[in-house]
């Protein structure tokens, strides 16, 4: 007596693109990806080279690469420590 197999045909690579398309599509949709964020002209971001003159276009602190990133991670650890001791909310 024979055996009758049948193999299917592996998805064509475009079948792949597609549901990787409409996955990251419906990823975005969830994630809040919902609108464009519009920043101000009053907070854009101006790249100062060592050694060249600045003239400041606003008051406010201009901050070296070094401390900008030490500061970012010092309120960043702060936010997390406080979500991690603040009490769940009552439904």
């Known amino acids: 007596m024979q055996t009758l197999t049948a193999n299917a045909p592996a998805p064509a690579?475009?079948?792949l693109l597609t549901?990787?398309?409409?996955?990251?599509?419906?990823?975005?949709?969830?994630?809040?990806c919902h609108?464009?964020?519009i920043?101000?002209?009053?907070?854009t971001l101006l790249r100062v080279e060592a050694g060249r003159p600045f003239t400041a276009p606003c008051d406010g602190w201009f901050l070296s690469d070094?401390?900008?990133?030490?500061?970012?991670r010092?309120?960043?650890?702060r936010i997390l420590e406080l979500e991690?001791?603040?009490p769940a909310p009552n439904p």
């Open 13 to 15: 690579p475009a079948s």
């Open 39 to 43: 920043i101000p002209p009053t907070h």
């Open 35 to 37: 609108a464009p964020k």
């Open 74 to 77: 010092a309120v960043a650890d």
């Open 19 to 32: 549901r990787a398309a409409a996955l990251l599509l419906i990823w975005m949709s969830w994630s809040g």
């Open 84 to 86: 991690s001791t603040a």
């Open 66 to 72: 070094a401390l900008y990133h030490r500061t970012r």
